[in-house]
């Protein structure tokens, strides 16, 4: 079993930034692939990022790329997404996950809800 809870998001300015990060506890988490999924109203929900733990190899949707980064800290069993120059539409609820890959993951945060007003 893996808990995971999210924490960082809030309302912010298009063109500003924030920080999101997840705490993992359970098993060892370096095992895993962890991800950002994002949800917004009335759309499918997407994967924003992922991260191999075991050797840092990352992938993002093209909608995020250059302006997002995912990072894992091993140790303390964290991981983050930097979010750089938001736009309102990324505006969602963001789930940080876990499992064997982006189309399969098994553990799920509560979420954190990010909004970004134009």
């Known amino acids: 079993q893996v808990q995971l809870v999210e924490s960082g998001g809030g309302l912010v300015q298009a063109g500003d930034s924030l920080r999101l990060s997840c705490a993992a506890s359970g098993r060892t988490f370096s095992r895993y692939v962890m991800g950002w999924f994002r949800q917004a109203p009335g759309k499918e929900r997407e994967v924003v990022a992922a991260?191999?733990?075991?050797?840092?190899?990352?992938e993002y949707a093209d909608s995020v790329k250059g302006r997002f980064t995912i990072a894992s800290d091993n140790a303390k069993n964290k991981l983050f997404l930097q979010m750089n120059n938001l736009k309102p539409e990324d505006t969602a609820v963001y789930y940080c996950?876990?499992?064997?890959?982006?189309?399969?993951?098994?553990?799920w945060g509560q979420g954190t809800q990010v909004t970004v007003s134009s």
């Open positions: 996950t876990a499992g064997s890959g982006p189309d399969d993951m098994d553990y």
């Open positions: 991260i191999r733990s075991s050797d840092g190899m990352t």
